[in-house]
């Protein structure tokens, strides 16, 4: 089974940056469904529903969340099994526990955005941005 672990949250200005680290474990590059699957970041602010962030598949195609274009960029490590989400220009809005997130295989019956696609979860890490 599929094991994320996300690092790398914390606490920042705004304008600042951070880079988030997601951590796969029973998640080889190849091979089916492995080959055929999404990972990605979702997060939460309070009282609030968990969105996609970014999103990359197995063929390095990603995709980003309009609120976060042009800031957010993600990444993926196959040799180190990591994705990463390297995070600029932060603002307050951006403040939410972040999760990784797989979608083994992504079967394409939600949006790729949509947190529904995903049945392996990450513990998630705090990103706090203060204006």
């Known amino acids: 089974q599929v094991q994320l672990v996300e690092s790398g949250g914390g606490s920042v200005q705004s304008g600042g940056s951070l880079r988030l680290s997601c951590a796969a474990s029973g998640y080889p590059h190849s091979g089916y469904p492995y080959n055929q699957s999404n990972m990605g970041w979702f997060r939460q602010a309070p009282g609030k529903e968990r969105e996609g962030v970014a999103v990359?598949?197995?063929?390095?195609?990603?995709t980003y969340a309009d609120s976060v274009k042009g800031r957010f960029t993600i990444s993926q490590d196959n040799a180190k099994n990591t994705m990463n989400l390297q995070m600029n220009s932060l603002k307050p809005e951006d403040t939410a526990i972040y999760y990784c997130a797989a979608a083994v295989p992504y079967r394409g019956y939600y949006r790729i955005l949509d947190k529904y696609e995903y049945n392996y979860w990450g513990q998630g890490t705090q990103v706090t941005v203060s204006s």
């Open positions: 990359i598949g197995s063929d390095g195609s990603t």
